[in-house]
């Protein structure tokens, strides 16, 4: 039985959107008024991560159990996310941008799935915006770190049986006009806290 009823996101003012088959998954808050709430899996060897190009939607699922649905941002016209049937194979939490421009850019909660691509945190756009990589709001990519492990398979396609079945429980999420933090905040290993509260829940 599919378990998706007791999936929260919580908007702005305290007014909370339950994620039932009722919710409409078009509302859109910015970044500072997002939060995530992920399910701990029974079986971890059995999640896996799902994206949808074309929707930019995020799920992790556990068979047929969803674990999360969150907004992701893809790479845009370009340099697109790859397409494909991966695995994690490299995690690194206080991941940093290494190269220039922006050597030392927090790039946290680092999973790598193909030679330079992976998810990590980042502004997330409504349309695609990055390099490449998957970006997440930082309540998601705490939660996709903790959700997975190495090996966990990663199916990346322009669309997915997914989108039909848990779009609608997806809160969309528009970080493009949020203002880029101080660079000494980027720089401080502070950066790198977890989100309060527990990063998964049980169920």
Not at 134 to 144: F, I, K, Q, S, Y
């Amino acid at each position: 039985m599919r378990q998706v009823s007791g999936l929260i996101l919580l908007a702005a003012g305290g007014s909370v959107l339950l994620l039932t088959g009722c919710a409409t998954g078009k509302a859109t808050v910015g970044g500072g008024n997002y939060h995530v709430t992920a399910y701990r899996p029974h079986d971890p060897s059995q999640v896996k991560v799902k994206l949808s190009t074309s929707t930019q939607n995020l799920f992790v699922m556990e068979g047929d159990r969803l674990l999360m649905a969150v907004q992701a941002n893809v790479g845009k016209p370009g340099a697109l996310t790859p397409h494909g049937h991966f695995t994690i194979y490299s995690k690194q939490k206080e991941r940093r941008r290494a190269s220039e421009p922006d050597a030392g850019y927090p790039m946290a909660y680092w999973c790598e799935f193909a030679p330079a691509y992976g998810f990590h945190e980042g502004f997330v756009w409504p349309v695609p915006h990055t390099h490449g990589c998957v970006r997440l709001h930082r309540e998601a990519a705490a939660r996709l770190f903790a959700l997975t492990r190495i090996g966990t398979p990663v199916i990346i396609e322009s669309s997915l049986p997914e989108d039909k079945q848990y779009g609608n429980l997806v809160l969309r999420l528009d970080q493009s006009r949020d203002p880029d933090p101080p660079r000494s905040v980027l720089l401080s290993p502070s950066w790198f806290k977890d989100p309060p509260g527990p990063l998964l829940v049980d169920q």
